[in-house]
């Protein structure tokens, strides 16, 4: 089983629309989340941190359930610009000088 | 600042040949830490290094690769010698060290094709 799983999509909606995915993570003790996004032919760059609580960042809602061991992205109002491959990022030690483990991305494509 | 600075961009090569790969981190961060990403296999992490000290290689497929941190400045990654199956992006990041400070900050990549 891999450490963190994605569906890789891609998920194709229209502009406006809401749009929500998972990841699933494989160890318990994994201390820290995040969700990264990556244009095409463009580095990974962090777009948010998850917390436990829940946090929001305008129209994009992550949530940790550590129970079932996942996290989700929530997509709001869709914009064309949200088109990109989003990564689930793991860092089962909590520092960021440790190794941080990334999901292989769920593509978003938002039509007009 | 300059953020991560990578070089070359692209580099194309012939099977057998040598392949030098350069990273400038951000200053003032402490970890470096260097991927590749390929369609197949997603991101993977080769090595990282705190403090210019390599901490983990597992991840470096065989061999052939080796990468060095002679100052906090400057890291390489090489693969001598270059087989096809290595074509892919590698990716610098770097990233202040410390709890609390999580997010790693990556260069714009290197496009490897080997011939």
């Known amino acids: 089983r891999k450490e963190v799983e994605q569906d890789p999509g891609p998920f194709n909606v229209p502009e406006g629309a809401t749009v929500a995915f998972n990841c699933t993570y494989s160890n318990s003790a994994s201390q820290s989340f995040f969700w990264y996004r990556q244009d095409c032919r463009k580095e990974p760059k962090l777009l948010m941190s998850?917390?436990?609580s829940g946090n929001e960042d305008g129209r994009f809602t992550a949530q940790l359930n550590r129970a079932s061991q996942y996290i989700s992205l929530l997509i709001r109002d869709s914009k064309l610009s949200d088109s990109a491959t989003y990564l689930c990022v793991v860092n089962p030690r909590g520092s960021s000088a440790s190794k941080i483990i990334f999901g292989s991305g769920t593509r978003l494509s938002i039509r007009p | 600042d300059a953020g991560v600075i990578q070089s070359p961009r692209h580099e194309v090569t012939e099977m057998g040949q040598e392949v030098t790969l350069r990273c400038k981190p951000i200053s003032g961060h402490n970890s470096l830490f260097w991927y590749r990403q390929t369609m197949m296999r997603g991101l993977e992490l080769l090595i990282y290094f705190n403090n210019n000290v390599p901490i983990d290689d597992s991840g470096m497929p065989e061999d052939r690769f080796s990468a060095k941190m002679p100052n906090a400045s400057f890291s390489t990654l090489k693969i001598q010698p270059s087989e096809p199956r290595d074509s892919a992006v590698y990716f610098c990041?770097?990233?202040?060290?410390?709890?609390?400070?999580?997010?790693?900050?990556f260069g714009p990549g290197t496009r490897l094709t080997v011939l």
């Open positions: 998850v917390y436990s």
């Open positions: 990041a770097s990233s202040p060290q410390g709890e609390g400070i999580y997010e790693q900050f």
